[in-house]
């Protein structure tokens, strides 16, 4: 037989196979049991002969895994093409989450205040009593200092349990005037309900520059009031008493319900409280070293809870944190 004439056809026909299965045929056809290089090497007689045809062979057997290997590459690269994902596709059929109740409304009032041209400020959920109690005028001895109202960490560490302490750390920190509010989470011990829950979230705003007033509190306030809850709502301020506002107000809007004509769900007196506010206490402005004599100052704090109850008028706030979606789909 003409071992080289053999060599050049099987290198050939290798080359020419173009898919898996046709190296697999070129296989058998030159290597395999009864291809014509076996029978030779079988017939083999001298040493010579031999070492030719085996030499043969290897280069064969190299030449078709060569092959074998380039299609099987190409294949791959084939596939990998052909079952590429387009990440850029429409998703079809998904529905899309949305913020939560209570982060749609904080953005909200922040936007507003951010138009008014106030500073948004970030507070600490952790807190000292300095700033929790000390620095807003909390007496000793105040049932907010006590353990089975407040959540503390240590004697001197609480979950703060409004976000009046970030007024106190914000005029610590810059001269006036200031403008900010400062939005967030707040902490108190008590069994949930309706309308009460260990963890809430609260609006504060303080305002200190020469000349501000109470008209300059209601104002705003009334302002905040329409922009949340509609032209239509009025708004009424009652006397009260915070350990760090003198004179302190308690805010009221007109009942969505029944419109000030007294219902169940204002108690019939046609109002619902929003929050507390009042003038900054002098002695807020002498524990942070501003001059009381030339600075005024008003500050209001208000549940974010209880604005996304009173908007959108259901009357558990335990909803907002239940995540039956029949419940947040609505907003
Ligand atoms: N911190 C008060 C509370 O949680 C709310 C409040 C009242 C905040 C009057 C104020 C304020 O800034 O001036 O009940």
């Known amino acids: 037989m003409d071992a080289e ?15 898996a299965d046709a190296v697999e045929a070129v296989r058998i056809e030159f290597l395999g049991r009864k291809s014509a290089i076996k029978q030779a090497l079988r017939d083999v007689r001298d040493r010579e002969t031999g070492m030719t045809l085996n030499a043969v062979r290897e280069r064969l057997e190299t030449a078709i895994d060569e092959r074998e290997s380039v299609l099987a590459r190409a294949e791959l690269d084939a596939r990998l093409t052909q079952e590429r994902v387009d990440v850029t596709l429409p998703v079809g059929g998904q529905t899309r989450g949305s913020l939560h109740l209570i982060t749609q409304i904080r953005r909200e009032v922040e936007d507003i205040f951010l138009g008014l041209g106030y500073r948004v400020v970030d507070g600490r959920e952790v807190e ?55 939005l967030g989470r707040t902490y108190r011990r008590d069994t949930p309900d309706a309308t009460h829950s260990p963890i809430f979230h609260q609006v504060e705003g303080l305002v200190v520059d020469e000349g501000i007033t109470l008209a300059d509190l209601t104002g705003t306030l009334d302002l905040l009031f329409k922009k949340l809850f509609g032209e239509q709502r009025r708004s009424e301020f009652r006397t009260h008493y915070f350990p760090f506002t003198e004179p302190s107000i308690e805010a009221y809007v007109s009942c969505h319900i029944c419109d000030g004509d007294g219902c169940p769900v204002c108690r019939h007196s046609g109002w619902i409280e929003v929050g507390g506010a ?51 789909r609505q907003f």
């Not at 004439?5 to 898919?19: K, N, T, V």
């Not at 006590?146 to 703060?160: K, N």
């Open 5 to 19: 004439a053999l060599e050049r056809e099987g290198l050939a026909a290798a080359a020419a196979a173009i898919s």
């Open 128 to 182: 000292t009593t300095r700033y929790n109690f000390d620095g807003l005028n909390f007496p000793a001895g105040h049932p907010a200092r006590s353990p089975l109202a407040t959540l503390f960490i240590d004697e001197e560490t609480v979950l703060r349990t409004e976000t009046s302490p970030s007024q106190i750390r914000t005029m610590e920190m810059q001269q006036p005037p200031v403008y900010m509010v400062s």
């Open 278 to 328: 009042g003038m900054v206490d002098p002695r807020l402005f002498e524990f942070v070293g501003y001059d009381p004599e030339r600075y005024s100052g008003f500050a209001f704090g208000w549940g974010l809870e209880r604005i996304a109850m009173l908007r959108h008028e259901f009357p558990d706030l335990r909803e907002l944190w239940r995540n039956d979606l029949r419940f947040s």
